[in-house]
């Protein structure tokens, strides 16, 4: 599926916490059928209740703890430190060479843990300008690359609500699928 980059569809979608975006993410994913889809989306991790922590599920099948209340880390974002380390290994795995290959590109999210590694930051920036179509999700509030990606030429904002969150899945697959 090469696709002139100014006709390659670059979607992010934007929101506040627990708005929706990764479900948003997930339902597209369900409905994406024979494409072949890198990349990743993110989960939390709960205890009794209470988030404890981030974990990142790649699509090329590796998994990685972001982010826990535990862990003892000099990158901390909120109440969670980061393990950068990890983070990174997993970026290797799931936004590497290796899938160049594929019909779109998902990332979950742009956000201030992941944004600690300039591995990411690389990545998501080379995914963000390549010749494939993209859905990420980004932060509602950010500097450095959470704002570049925002501006990046041919990159679409869209606010989840209550109100669009059912009807965006149907949309934002028919355009990425689009030929």
């Known amino acids: 599926m090469?696709?002139?980059l100014s006709l390659a569809t670059k979607i992010l979608v934007t929101g506040p916490p627990g708005c929706g975006k990764t479900t948003l993410v997930r339902r597209?994913?369900?409905q994406l059928g024979d494409?072949?889809?890198?990349?990743?989306?993110?989960q939390e991790l709960r205890?009794?209740?209470r988030r404890t922590g981030f974990e990142a599920i790649g699509l090329q099948g590796s998994r990685a703890i972001l982010a826990h209340v535990d862990f003892r880390s000099s990158h901390r974002v909120g109440r969670y430190g980061v393990d950068?380390?990890?983070l990174e290994q997993f970026i290797r795995a799931e936004l590497s060479a290796r899938a160049a290959d594929r019909d779109v590109w998902v990332i979950d999210e742009i956000g201030k843990m992941e944004c600690l590694s300039k591995l990411f930051v690389s990545s998501a920036r080379q995914i963000l300008t390549s010749l494939r179509p993209v859905l990420a999700t980004v932060a509602a509030r950010g500097d450095g690359f959470i704002s570049e990606a925002k501006h990046l030429p041919g990159v679409e904002l869209i606010d989840v609500s209550p109100i669009n969150r059912d009807q965006l899945p149907d949309?934002?697959?028919?355009?990425l699928a689009r030929p």
């Not at 949309?171 to 355009?175: A, L, W």
């Open 47 to 49: 205890d009794r209740g």
């Open 28 to 30: 597209v994913l369900d």
């Open 171 to 175: 949309m934002i697959v028919e355009r």
């Open 2 to 4: 090469n696709v002139p």
């Open 35 to 42: 494409l072949r889809v890198a990349g990743f989306y993110t």
């Open 84 to 86: 950068v380390v990890s």
